[in-house]
């Protein structure tokens, strides 16, 4: 008996590389995804890549207004929650909302993290740390290259 169940999961199929803990509201499949975003997007949201720091668009970016999720256009932040952490990537506080993002654990690389999920389409967006400033203690950091943005109005 121990022998047919090793023999069935010696050869079970691998899953895929991002397989969402729950159904996401926002579902495509890996063509969907790589047709709807740039190569530099696809990476960061459904690969799990990293930007280099100080290479995205939004680290140093001051304008009022909401960051997207640039794979669905979720409100994920605002500038209100922005800071400057110093990193190289956009900082933030706190989500915009409290059901914008997800967070998981994320062990690669050696180490224990908490990763940030768009919540509506489950796409990777970075990391949130406890070293940021008040009121939250809270540092989200997160992939210019996840991220749209929409200016607020006038």
Not at 95 to 115: F, K, N, Q, T
Request: charged share 20%.
């Amino acid at each position: 008996m121990y022998l047919l169940w090793m023999l069935a999961c010696a050869t079970a199929p691998a899953a895929p590389p991002q397989t969402p803990t729950a159904p996401h509201a926002v579902q495509k499949t890996d063509a969907e995804w790589r047709a709807a975003l740039s190569p530099e997007s696809y990476g960061i949201l459904r690969q799990k890549d990293t930007e280099r720091a100080f290479s995205g668009s939004y680290w140093n970016h001051h304008d009022a207004g909401t960051y997207l999720c640039a794979g669905c256009g979720q409100p994920l932040f605002t500038s209100e929650d922005k800071f400057d952490s110093g990193t190289g990537w956009p900082s933030y506080t706190r989500p915009a909302s409290a059901d914008a993002v997800e967070v998981e654990v994320d062990r690669s690389y050696g180490m224990s993290r908490e990763e940030v999920l768009c919540h509506r389409c489950g796409g990777h967006l970075g990391h949130v740390f406890d070293d940021g400033p008040p009121p939250t203690g809270r540092r989200y950091c997160i992939n210019s290259g996840a991220l749209t943005f929409q200016a607020s109005a006038p």
